[in-house]
T-cell receptor, first 113, second 118 residues
């Protein structure tokens, strides 16, 4: 059972475009939703995270939109740059216990110059 | 201490051999996690430690896998009698306790150990 579903699998945009990556979750006990960025040969690095009590969070060029009733959240990258080319993972976790992360399958983003 | 360190970075082994990976977390982090990532997939949780206690193990962690964190500092992950299906990137991450209450604390992942079983 895949608890976090991510789409699209891959995405190509031109420099300056606004790629959008979507995730849907099933477990309503999740209360923490981070996005990670991973470059080849490296471990994932935290980009931005949100809790379900807010509908949007912005940090620099990265924005998370959150829809609690639909159990969906998305990442928007404003003014995308070639250096943003990487694989992006959404994840979810619940407070207490191990606080382990359940990851989506990832989206490979390519930003063309 | 600038991050989570994993060694070796790459390991090629023959099927049936035993392998051991090491993870050195950020020194002040109580929690240490192991994840496995296969090609084209997101990381999957394997196990976690709080200090030296192993508190949760995934069903993915068969009896051929064992993890230790003997003094609450570094951790080792051993795979016995390796199989081709064990080929993957093994990621270690560390965090302070109750990190999820701090939105941007998060885990710090190492760069992983890529295992290839031939």
């Amino acid at each position: 059972q895949q608890q976090v579903k991510q789409s699209p699998q891959s995405l190509i945009v031109q420099k300056g475009g606004i790629p959008i990556i979507n995730c849907a979750y099933e477990n309503t006990a999740f209360d923490y939703f981070p996005w990670y960025q991973q470059f080849p040969g490296k471990g994932p690095a935290l980009l931005i995270a949100i809790r379900p009590d807010v509908s949007e969070k912005k940090e620099g060029r990265f924005t998370i939109s959150f829809n609690k009733s639909a159990k969906q959240f998305s990442l928007h990258i404003m003014d995308s740059q070639p250096g943003d080319s990487a694989t992006y993972f959404c994840a979810a976790s619940m407070s207490g216990g191990s606080e382990k992360l359940v990851f989506g399958k990832g989206t490979k983003l390519t930003v063309n110059p | 201490d600038t991050g989570v360190s994993q060694n070796p970075r790459h390991k090629i082994t023959k099927r049936g051999q035993n392998v051991t990976f090491r993870c050195d977390p950020i020194s002040e982090h109580n929690r240490l996690y192991w994840y496995r990532q296969t090609l084209g997939q997101g990381p999957e949780f394997l196990t976690y430690f709080q200090n030296e206690a192993q508190l949760e193990k995934s069903r993915l962690l068969s009896d051929r896998f064992s993890a230790e964190r003997p003094k609450g500092s570094f951790s080792t992950l051993e795979i016995q009698r390796t199989e081709q299906g064990d080929s993957a990137m093994y990621l270690c991450a560390s965090s302070p306790v109750r990190w999820a209450s701090h939105l941007n604390y998060g885990y710090t992942f190492g760069s992983g150990t890529r295992l290839t079983v031939v």
